[in-house]
């Protein structure tokens, strides 16, 4: 069976995990705490970077989740997650590209702001990753266009890789009101069964945010 290792709170799993059981395939999840669980010799020899997520498939290992995704499409192409188009297929690619290299390093800021990490509240630097995220929205939404899906009338590839980060932006402090079309794409992703399965809970969160506050704090003060 295939084995996803994990971690509830992670984006790069969470694509994953949603396209498993948008695939409706048959897996097992195995959490990784990533205080330590990754740099276990018996992951890291799945993964020497000591990254999550890594999905086993019997004795072939796949890491980085875009090409796990990938793989996952091939192998099991129905429901088909990607379009045949020529133009919708670099859609989806240029939303997936986007989101990983543009949209998620800009959140990253947006993000630390909501941990509350020692440094995090440099208003400048706030303002600046708000300027890269709403550039990087108005490209999405453009490539939205009218469609329900990126590229597709279908769930795509590329709404779970932006369905995993864009969503989050309204606890970010960044309301997505001025995005009407994603707007609704968030609302019509957040209803769906992949959705709601993975959506960390509020609990989890809370004590992930205060770990992580009081290792920043342990570092600060051995500095
Ligand atoms: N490019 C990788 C990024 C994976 C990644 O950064 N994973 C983080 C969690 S979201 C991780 O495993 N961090 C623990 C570590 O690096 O030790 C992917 O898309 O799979």
Request: hydrophobic content about 45%; charged content about 30%; aromatic content about 6%.
């Given at each position: 069976m295939l084995k996803l290792y994990?971690?509830?709170?992670?984006?790069?799993?969470?694509?994953?995990?949603?396209?498993?059981?948008?695939?409706?395939?048959?897996?097992?999840?195995?959490?990784?705490?990533?205080?330590?669980?990754?740099?276990?010799p018996e992951f890291l020899a799945m993964n020497p970077f000591h990254h999550i997520p890594v999905l086993a498939d019997e004795d072939f290992s796949v890491i980085e989740s875009l090409a796990i995704l990938d793989y996952l499409e091939a192998k099991y192409p129905s429901p088909s997650l990607l379009p045949n188009n020529p133009q919708d297929l670099a859609i989806v690619r240029m939303v997936e590209m986007v989101t990983v290299n543009e949209l998620v390093s800009a959140m990253n800021p947006l993000i630390s702001q909501m941990m509350g990490f020692p440094g995090s509240e440099d208003s400048q630097k706030l303002e600046q990753a708000k300027h890269k995220v709403s550039t990087g929205l108005e490209f999405l939404q453009k490539l939205l266009g009218d469609r329900p899906y990126f590229g597709s009338d279908q769930l795509t590839l590329a709404d779970i890789v932006a369905g995993c980060s864009v969503p989050l932006l309204p606890m970010l402090d960044f309301p997505l009101t001025e995005y009407q079309k994603l707007n609704a794409w968030v609302e019509r992703l957040i209803q769906r069964f992949a959705w709601q399965t993975t959506q960390p809970t509020p609990e989890l969160i809370e004590a992930f945010k205060s770990r992580m506050q009081t290792l920043m704090a342990q570092r600060q003060h051995n500095l």
């Open positions: 994990h971690n509830p709170l992670s984006m790069n799993s969470r694509r994953v995990w949603i396209a498993l059981l948008e695939k409706q395939l048959e897996f097992e999840l195995v959490d990784i705490k990533l205080d330590g669980d990754q740099l276990q």
